[in-house]
């Protein structure tokens, strides 16, 4: 039998001390009660708009496409000092990233010693050679960093923590996290006066802050606007939720023009220089004029413009390179190059599919193993080999096999589990967690983070497009 | 050995809208770099209408990279661009003497600890360069068992050379390799990426060169392929030669010296376009360059 590790439940009898206070009011509360108050937080969701986007996939009617993400009543639980141990471990973890990233641009120390293998920076598709030499400010170029932590069970049945891996792009999900701690404080105000829970709410004005700390030097009150593909984004409606809660301009490519070496957005007063562009756009898409030429989406000239440091990009351009599932092998140990501090948070155990030993390693036990695209994101194009069929881990060799330095492995982790209410009760649902790491001048978080949860039973996959629900998260203040 | 060369060249870009642009951004790599053998001795660029705003700076490459934008409506560019450089003959050199490909494409691979080559970013593949089963296929019979590294490269010009035929507009900037490869058929730039893709699938270093070729070729010669216009050839690393790189034109099958003017280098045409812009407005356009290289 596979270990086990569930969040709440210590045996099958007994639960945990700090859901103890849950258990007991979850015990009180008639079934019909939580189905009601179910129902009313899908329809709060939909009435409020809150709802992504799957790509490719239709209605019914073959229209829309939005989608509720799926949110559970049961909240997810964490210690204070469990919480306490992960922030510091977060912070190292990104301060470190953000040190790579300044250096993949400048000196190139960490590959001159031998640490992080030259191609695997060169070779990637994110690493942008325009970045060269370029300066931002404070030298932060993640300034929102979505770090993903799993527990895992050991054989003893305990559970460790492990990052599985590092957003450094555009990490989306934190408006999940503020709508719902706000529904669960709607819905259960009692619970919150029962437990001591550490607020989520100010995270807008982290954000803010952090925007406006990294803005050109010498402008004093910057001028911040929030940077959207559009409405046909999955992530549309968090772009418009934090243009909102900043009180910031919400603008789309088409509204931002560059003029004298300065960014300006077109405004119903006449054009309004631009400091801060916090965008959501990948990074292709944001000059056309030096990387893809078809893109509609940014603003010709805008590279020019942030070289000269008269704009700053948040996150900078280029940061794909420290968040690649190739790099991420070597996280712990530029922890030790940077910091000379021993990581705080544990790395999952990874076989590099473009080195031939670890290739014939992974195609032997690929049964046993999750074998992820390099450059994937979403849950696309990966294998959970103890999930697959026959058929499928066949199917995965062969597009191993044609290309295998775009894959890396991993063994299947034993994920903890939370109760989840499912249509057949409770039962436990595998789940992961998702902090969101500010940093500017400092770094700075909001405890917890989203909790994403496997609605499927036995389920590895938490990602919303493959049909993921979301929790509220709890760190519990001592 | 000869004496250094001097070149002039003139290299003109019109467009034509057929309605006005309110906003221009252009960025051109049309200035001659230098080097040891090569020296900018005059620069000019004119840009019609006058540039609201012009920047330059060097890229990632050690290119000069030149920036201006329009703001003003305007209904046709031109960008003239004179150069006059001294270019000095390539010191003769022995291709047996460079190190078996094998061991250079080893020495350019990930070790542990090993000290940082530089040259290994060019081995990788790169947008217009993709990795290609079918490259690799062609590379190798240029490339058996020891061979120095610079002995097959011009080997696997010479093939290039033979087997493609120069087709003025056959291909455009973005047909894929895989095209060239199966029709036999391109300009400079197929060439080029071609024969750097068949290095690279090898793990050997290549870039790719911009430039410009004399327009009028010493007495009694033929005119070469790709005057009138800019140029592209490859650039192969050998250690053991004079710089580390051996620069090769396949189109002309010609080992590189004072008959080319150097614009820059890069991964592939991507990095060193010579001209490109993004408009706000035009309609339709139309488009004439014209490129002159000559002895000064």
């Given at each position: 039998m596979r270990p086990s590790f569930d969040e709440m439940q210590a045996t099958t009898t007994t639960v945990r001390d700090h859901y103890r206070t849950y258990d007991r009011w979850l015990s009180q509360q008639p079934r019909d009660v939580m189905r009601a108050r179910r129902e009313e937080a899908e329809m709060i969701f939909r009435r409020v708009g809150i709802t992504f986007a799957v790509y490719g996939a239709k209605d019914e009617d073959g229209s829309g496409t939005e989608r509720l993400i799926p949110f559970d009543l049961i909240p997810r639980v964490i210690p204070s000092a469990e919480w306490r141990e992960m922030e510091q471990g977060l912070r190292q973890r990104v301060t470190a990233l953000n040190r790579f990233i300044h250096d993949v641009y400048h000196g190139q120390?960490?590959?001159?010693?031998?640490?992080?293998?030259?191609?695997?920076?060169?070779?990637?598709?994110?690493?942008?050679?325009?970045?060269?030499?370029?300066?931002?400010?404070?030298?932060?170029?993640?300034?929102?960093?979505?770090?993903?932590?799993?527990?895992?069970?050991?054989?003893?049945?305990?559970?460790?923590?492990?990052?599985?891996?590092?957003?450094?792009?555009?990490?989306?999900?934190?408006?999940?996290?503020?709508?719902?701690?706000?529904?669960?404080?709607?819905?259960?105000?009692?619970?919150?006066?029962?437990?001591?829970?550490?607020?989520?709410?100010?995270?807008?004005?982290?954000?803010?802050?952090?925007?406006?700390?990294?803005?050109?030097?010498?402008?004093?009150?910057?001028?911040?606007?929030?940077?959207?593909?559009?409405?046909?984004?999955?992530?549309?409606?968090?772009?418009?939720?934090?243009?909102?809660?900043?009180?910031?301009?919400?603008?789309?490519?088409?509204?931002?023009?560059?003029?004298?070496?300065?960014?300006?957005?077109?405004?119903?007063?006449?054009?309004?220089?631009?400091?801060?562009?916090?965008?959501?756009?990948?990074?292709?898409?944001?000059?056309?004029?030096?990387?893809?030429?078809?893109?509609?989406?940014?603003?010709?000239?805008?590279?020019?413009?942030?070289?000269?440091?008269?704009?700053?990009?948040?996150?900078?351009?280029?940061?794909?390179?420290?968040?690649?599932?190739?790099?991420?092998?070597?996280?712990p140990k530029m922890i030790e190059f940077y910091l000379g501090e021993k990581p705080i948070l544990n790395n999952v155990p990874t076989w590099l599919c473009r080195e031939d030993e670890d290739l014939k390693y992974v195609l032997d036990h690929l049964g046993e193993l999750v074998v992820k695209e390099v450059h994937g994101a979403g849950g696309y194009g990966m294998l959970v080999g103890p999930a697959s069929t026959q058929a499928e881990i066949e199917e995965f060799r062969g597009a191993l096999l044609a290309n295998p330095s775009n894959y890396i492995a991993q063994p299947t982790l034993a994920l903890s589990t939370c109760p989840t209410f499912v249509e057949s009760g409770i039962a436990p649902r595998h789940i992961d967690l998702r902090p969101f790491v500010l940093s500017g001048k400092t770094v700075q978080m909001v405890p917890g983070g989203l909790t994403r949860v496997a609605l499927k039973e036995g389920s590895l996959v938490v990602n919303s497009s493959q049909g993921g629900g979301t929790k509220d998260t709890w760190v519990l203040e001592a | 050995m000869t004496a250094p060369v001097r070149l002039q060249v003139e290299h003109e870009t019109r467009y034509h809208y057929s309605a006005p642009v309110e906003l221009a951004h252009h960025v051109a790599f049309l200035r001659p770099l230098e080097d040891a053998r090569q020296q900018v001795e005059a620069f000019e660029l004119s840009v019609e209408p006058q540039p609201s705003h012009q920047a330059s700076g060097d890229d990632v490459f050690g290119n000069r990279r030149i920036f201006f934008s329009a703001t003003s409506a305007h209904q046709s560019l031109r960008v003239l661009a004179t150069s006059r450089v001294r270019v000095s003959p390539r010191p003769a050199f022995d291709p047996a003497a460079t190190p078996p490909w094998e061991a250079l494409a080893g020495r350019l691979r990930y070790h542990g600890g090993a000290p940082f080559e530089p040259a290994a970013e060019f081995c990788a593949p790169s947008p217009y360069v993709p990795r290609l089963a079918a490259l690799r296929d062609y590379a190798r019979p240029s490339f058996t068992a020891g061979t120095p590294v610079a002995v097959g490269a011009l080997e696997l010009m010479h093939r290039i050379h033979r087997e493609f035929r120069y087709e003025t507009a056959s291909t455009a900037i973005d047909t894929p390799l895989q095209q060239v490869l199966a029709e036999r058929r391109g300009v400079c730039q197929d060439f080029a990426h071609l024969m750097i893709g068949a290095l690279r699938s090898l793990g050997l270093s290549a870039r790719y060169v911009s430039g410009y070729l004399l327009t009028t070729p010493p007495e009694g010669q033929a005119p070469l392929q790709g005057a009138d216009a800019s140029h592209a050839w490859v650039s192969v690393h050998c250690p053991g030669i004079e710089g580390g790189w051996l620069d090769l034109d396949p189109t002309n099958d010609l080992v590189v010296s004072t008959g080319h003017v150097r614009l820059a280098y890069g991964r592939d045409y991507g990095d060193v376009t010579p001209l490109r812009g993004v408009i706000r407005g035009g309609g339709r356009h139309t488009l004439e360059v014209r490129v002159r290289t000559t002895r000064a």
């Open positions: 120390e960490i590959i001159k010693a031998g640490i992080v293998p030259a191609d695997q920076v060169f070779r990637n598709a994110q690493y942008r050679p325009e970045m060269q030499g370029v300066d931002v400010p404070g030298g932060v170029y993640s300034h929102i960093s979505g770090i993903d932590i799993v527990r895992a069970a050991n054989p003893d049945g305990s559970g460790s923590y492990y990052v599985l891996e590092d957003n450094l792009r555009v990490p989306s999900g934190v408006s999940y996290m503020l709508e719902n701690r706000k529904m669960m404080m709607r819905l259960f105000p009692d619970l919150f006066s029962a437990h001591r829970i550490a607020p989520v709410a100010h995270y807008p004005d982290l954000l803010l802050d952090t925007l406006r700390a990294v803005a050109p030097a010498g402008v004093n009150e910057p001028t911040v606007v929030v940077l959207t593909p559009g409405m046909y984004n999955s992530a549309y409606f968090e772009h418009a939720f934090l243009a909102q809660q900043m009180g910031v301009e919400l603008v789309e490519g088409q509204d931002l023009f560059v003029k004298d070496n300065f960014v300006y957005m077109r405004t119903t007063q006449g054009p309004k220089r631009v400091d801060v562009i916090y965008r959501r756009v990948d990074d292709d898409f944001l000059d056309p004029l030096v990387f893809r030429p078809d893109s509609t989406l940014g603003c010709a000239g805008l590279l020019s413009v942030y070289r000269a440091g008269n704009v700053t990009l948040s996150n900078a351009i280029g940061t794909g390179v420290a968040d690649d599932k190739s790099i991420y092998p070597y996280v | -």
